[in-house]
């Protein structure tokens, strides 16, 4: 390999060929790379993003397009480029070191190391020239230099530790999440607003068992946000990544799958609990996006959406009040206006981006606007088949169709997992992904753990896929030895998983619920579980609910239909008739006596 050029001509992810054109020599993370850096003295820039990542695209325009930075970082530097999305080991490593270091954590992450690969300096975003207070790249990196030059023998041994979770008594779960609810504007925090499908999960599921108003506050609140205002894309449907401002207004624009499928899930739960007829909409122009501008050919998903177009940020998705005069005619642009907030001087760079105003069923105009807006040019996609991301998909299809009334869902679920198998799952090992065909080396908990809990939810819709749910099971628990590693690959250091779970589940609580309810639906024993922190457990907390009794393990011999029990029900086919719930059994001679008590009595 010639280590004087920019190899990542050569790259399988789409994110590192987007800077194959910088005038740095980046390079692959590879043992020959970090050999020739380890045999030249040479320290190692490590820069890690994602191809729909706005600020990744800024600093490659910016920092990493200047000759003046390429030239010192090619010759004092070797640079590596890593996708986030192809080796979440590495990512996590780099930033719990970062988030150790400065308090917090973003990409573009850089983390500069000695040559012998042990971590010196972490940095997020950092400009071409001074500004905002931040000093010019060029800077920081002569500044690291100098420091290794007289301080050769200084660097940081780190291991990111695995850190217990913390019991917390169920009593506190609900205070704390409201506590920190945001009354003004709906959702979590005060600053930039993000998601947070997997509390809204754990809201959903704990209103189920207690009824409780604040969670019903809560749960509708956040829903409510969502899908008015700006992190929806109300054209198209799906979401965006998250909102740079506390009311819910502008995004930034990118799409990633996992944000879909997590949403679908919890849109498709909160219509089951609510009877909410606008869920139920967003829930099925959810799966439209996902049909429309995420599906391959094969049934299965693209990763992600770029925020810009044309290096210009929102400029697929944003109009002006005479580009949407000039679509429809007068009746559609009143229609269409009295439904949304548009203004001459716009929301967004002097273009409206879109929020709803007022709930009207105006469908035909908003098609109408897409297919003009169709026609403009689009933002990169992402092509890159992300394992974990799709079965995270499957699960939120297969939601769909228990709880949104979407028949076609679980036929769409149970493809995708076939698809997943065939292409994904060779010869015993779960690949985590795949561009164009081509597999990526490497094996992660995430995908072992995400895909063993959508083979559960079809065990439990189809009765298939038994002996493959052992098998998966199987080297899931390879990757615990008395605790959870992400991945254990033999280019980079063994990584303790994650068990942070936001945005989407993490590994551990992934791989617990999955393993707890292929063991309910198997009829073998299972262990009570503790609840732990609220936000960065919710998942998990999902999971000890079911296995403390919240849920309802119903056997009977045929399927009921979901609608008719509650949200929190497990069921099981057997040859008689029970519901196990609050830790205690009961038979009954028939489903519909079944049924009867429960709805009657939901804690009996």
């Known amino acids: 390999m010639d280590i004087n050029r920019n190899n990542l001509d050569k790259a399988s992810s789409p994110y590192l060929r987007q800077h194959a054109d910088n005038p740095v020599h980046w390079q692959e993370w590879s043992e020959e790379i ?48 890593i996708d986030r999305e192809q080796r979440p080991d590495i990512d996590q490593y780099m930033m719990d070191f970062l988030v150790r270091q400065i308090g917090h954590g973003g990409w573009p992450l850089n983390v500069f190391l000695s040559p012998d690969q042990k971590p010196l ?33 200084v660097s940081f041994d780190y291991s990111p530790l695995s850190v217990p979770r913390q019991a917390v008594p169920e009593d506190e779960l609900l205070k704390v999440l409201h506590s920190s609810y945001d009354g003004t504007s709906s959702g979590y925090g005060i600053g930039q607003k993000f998601p947070q499908p997997t509390t809204l999960l754990f809201l959903l599921h704990w209103f189920d068992y207690s ?11 956040h829903l409510d946000v969502m899908a008015q205002r700006g992190l929806h894309d109300h054209l198209q449907g799906g979401f965006y990544r998250y909102t740079i401002d506390r009311a819910w207004t502008i995004p930034h624009f990118e799409k990633m799958l996992s944000d879909q499928a997590m949403l679908l899930w919890a849109y498709s739960a909160g219509y089951r609990t609510s009877g909410k007829a606008e869920y ?4 099925d122009k959810l799966i439209n996006c996902l049909d429309e501008t995420f599906a391959d050919d094969d049934g299965l998903y693209y990763s992600a959406h770029d925020a810009d177009t044309d290096h210009v940020e929102g400029a697929t998705y944003v109009w002006t009040q005479d580009e949407i005069r000039e679509a429809l005619t007068p009746e559609e642009s009143r229609e269409f206006t009295e439904a949304y907030d548009i203004r001459a001087e716009g929301n967004f760079e002097g273009r409206n981006h879109l929020i709803k105003i007022k709930d009207r069923d105006i469908r035909t ?19 890159k088949i992300v394992t974990s991301w799709n079965a995270l998909t499957g699960i939120g299809l297969v939601m769909a169709y228990r709880y949104a009334a979407r028949e076609d869902a679980l036929d769409q679920a149970n493809h995708l997992f076939k698809q997943l198998i065939e292409k994904h799952y060779i010869d015993g090992i779960m690949h985590h992904s795949s561009l164009d065909g081509e597999l990526q080396s490497g094996e992660f908990l995430e995908d072992y753990a ?18 493959l749910m052992e098998a998966l099971a199987g080297r899931l628990n390879e990757f615990h030895d008395g605790i959870w ?23 551990v609580s992934t791989a617990e619920y999955a393993l707890l309810r292929m063991e309910i639906l198997l009829d073998r024993e299972y262990s009570k579980m503790e609840f732990s922190s609220p936000h960065n457990n919710d998942f998990h907390n999902l ?18 239909d979901w609608s008719k029990l509650p949200l929190n029900t497990v069921q099981i086919k057997a040859s008689g008739i029970q519901d196990c719930y609050a830790m205690r059994c009961r038979e009954y001679e028939t489903v519909d006596t079944m049924l009867k008590a429960i709805g009657e009595n939901p804690e009996t």
């Open 485 to 507: 590693f992400e991945a254990d690959n033999p280019d980079f250091r063994k990584v303790a998983a994650r068990d942070f779970d936001q945005p989407v589940p993490s590994s």
């Open 211 to 221: 009824q409780s108003p604040i969670a019903k506050d809560m749960i509708e609140g």
């Open 450 to 467: 995400s895909v063993l809990l959508l083979a559960t939810f079809l065990y439990e819709e189809t009765g298939k896929y038994g002996d």
């Open 121 to 153: 300096l972490g940095v997020t975003y950092v400009p071409v020239e001074p500004k905002e207070g931040m000093p010019a790249f060029i800077e920081v990196l002569k500044s690291l230099v100098d420091f290794r030059e007289k301080n050769p023998e």
């Open 365 to 383: 105009v908003e098609r109408k606007l897409l297919e003009v807006r169709n026609k403009r040019p689009q933002p990169f996609t992402d092509r």
């Open 34 to 81: 970090l050999d020739h850096a380890r045999k030249n003295d040479k320290l190692v820039m490590v820069s890690v993003g994602y191809s729909t990542c706005h600020w990744c695209h800024v600093m490659a325009n910016e920092a990493f397009s200047d000759r003046e930075v390429a030239d010192y970082l090619n010759e004092k530097f070797v640079s590596i480029k």
């Open 543 to 560: 999971a000890v609910m079911t296995a403390n009794g919240r849920f309802h393990v119903i056997h009977a011999p045929e399927k009921i």
């Open 280 to 283: 139920k909409d967003v829930a």
